[in-house]
């Protein structure tokens, strides 16, 4: 730049702004150049992004806004729609809340049916909340009757007997009735005094099924620490008396005595007889009622027997049937002992008449626990002002029964009045099962026992720690996962099927696996 001095100021003064003004000039031109491919990709960003803001304006309804401060708000800040949409679902729902629900309005059965049937007809917000509600209480119906279903069909497989076990009491049957061996006397005449000599370990198992009751009796003598002094005490139904008899007469467990009986052939005391017939009489009324009314839905508990055999209520007669008895152990047939039992007969019960392990669970080794609120109906008046629906349920399965001391109280007669109370109340005061009655007549009369005598819930999960179940003195296979049927956990059978003689040439012609 040339500067020029001149003696007028004013001149000197409009030089220097035409120069810089040239400048200005200059240097405006050579912005616009070097910033034009700049300008040109930010444009190609912002147009894309403007289109879309528009459009989506568009869609939302922005025609609504009534000035063009509101355009420019919502065109440049936006609302949070996320909020906006929460605030309308709970204004909606909470007007919704009070409507009577009817399910035929709503024909979907899937929310993606739901959703087609919504646009399609331009449903308002109300009415696909209130549709949306509609659905998933029908959902919700819908998958608690399912579950009911698959709980009896699961009910129905564990009390089933499997082909291979039917095939076993049809040739033991046959065996009875064509093989001398097969009918001798047990025990032998010679043993027979044992069968009522308390000093000797008194066992108890009732069932029908005689693979199981072998598991049970082979298991606990190879594992007893005194095996010519136990007695095990096999109480039956008839059409399974022969079976059961030929099974032990041609197998026998030496060196432990077996009494095989089956109900006809016991000598019922005087007004116990009765007594037990009223009692199976009221359970086929609740067997019957229970598998056709559905308000009963509460009533049923998957895994455990109805209540409908003789079976499942002999055990409440037990003083009667072995009156010249002070103390015995109840085995379930579902058990497998893997400890040696005798100390069970130290165990001071304190003046109660039965030992039991609580359903207390353990969340460290992933047992469920068991609360009388699982089994008793806790709305119903009389169970409410009784017991305590918090208080830890007790499980049958290795019992210790002191007979003298049942003797002296009312059990069986408290067993007795529960079953007709229940009847006459519509069969609401439990779950069907044989369980909840003896909760209910042995209250106050428990003693709690040491839980690593018996570990229960290997029929109904499969997670329990492996740790737990070998330290166990008995493992129980409570549940509909028997482990001698298909449905069994696989994890847990080998436990059950080492103590089968698979050698067996009735078990190898009937394919027990």
Request: with cysteine.
């Amino acid at each position: 730049m040339h500067l020029h001095i001149y003696p007028n100021k004013s001149r000197v003064t409009i030089s220097t702004s035409v120069c810089c003004m040239k400048n200005v000039k200059g240097s405006s031109r050579r912005f616009s150049y070097r910033s034009l491919f700049p300008t040109v990709c930010v444009l190609a960003v912002l147009l894309p992004f403007v289109f879309m803001r528009t459009a989506f304006l568009a869609l939302e309804g922005a025609n609504k806004c009534s000035s063009i401060h509101c355009l420019g708000r919502r065109f440049l800040i936006g609302e949070d729609s996320a909020l906006t949409l929460r605030d309308e679902f709970r204004r909606v729902l909470t007007q919704v809340e009070g409507q009577t629900i009817n399910e035929r309005l709503v024909n979907a059965e899937s929310f993606d049916q739901l959703v087609e049937e919504v646009i399609a007809n331009r449903h308002d917000v109300q009415t696909f909340v209130l549709k949306v509600k509609t659905l998933l209480l029908k959902l919700d119906r819908k998958a608690r009757r399912e579950k009911l279903q698959g709980q009896i069909y699961r009910h129905f497989a564990s009390i089933g007997i499997p082909r291979s076990i039917h095939c076993l009491c049809l040739r033991l049957a046959e065996e009875y009735s064509t093989n001398a061996l097969a009918r001798r006397p047990l025990p032998p005449p010679a043993m027979a005094p044992r069968l009522t000599d308390n000093s000797l370990y008194h066992f108890v198992i009732i069932s029908d099924n005689v693979m199981a009751t072998y598991v049970v009796i082979s298991s606990t003598v190879k594992n007893f620490l005194f095996p010519k002094h136990t007695v095990f005490h096999v109480i039956t139904d008839k059409k399974t008396c022969a079976p059961m008899h030929a099974w032990f007469a041609l197998n026998p467990v030496y060196p432990a005595v077996i009494e095989i009986k089956g109900l006809h052939q016991f000598d019922w005391p005087l007004g116990a007889d009765p007594q037990l017939l009223e009692i199976l009489d009221i359970a086929r009324h609740s067997y019957g009622r229970g598998g056709h009314d559905r308000d009963l839905v509460y009533s049923y508990d998957a895994g455990s027997h109805l209540g409908a055999s003789p079976l499942d209520h002999i055990k409440i007669f037990l003083p009667e049937l072995f009156p010249k008895l002070r103390k015995v152990v109840f085995l379930d047939e579902d058990v497998v002992v893997q400890r040696d039992l005798s100390r069970l007969w130290t165990i001071d019960l304190h003046d109660k008449v039965v030992g039991a392990i609580e359903m207390c669970g353990d969340e460290h080794h992933q047992v469920r626990p068991r609360k009388l609120g699982d089994y008793l109906n806790f709305s119903n008046t009389v169970v409410y002002e009784k017991f305590n629906s918090e208080r830890y349920a007790w499980v049958i399965g290795v019992n210790v029964f002191d007979l003298e001391a049942w003797r002296d109280t009312n059990i069986t007669r408290t067993y007795h009045y529960w079953l007709k109370l229940n009847l006459e109340t519509g069969l609401k005061l439990w779950r069907l099962g044989t369980l909840p009655p003896v909760l209910l007549a042995f209250e106050g009369h428990v003693h709690v026992m040491d839980p690593q005598w018996h570990v229960m819930g290997l029929g109904y999960q499969s997670n329990i720690d492996q740790k737990i179940v070998d330290n166990a003195a008995v493992i129980h296979f409570n549940g509909p996962a028997k482990p001698w049927l298909e449905i069994g956990f696989p994890e847990y059978r080998s436990l059950w099927t080492r103590y089968v003689n698979y050698s067996n040439e009735f078990i190898q012609s009937c394919i027990i696996a």
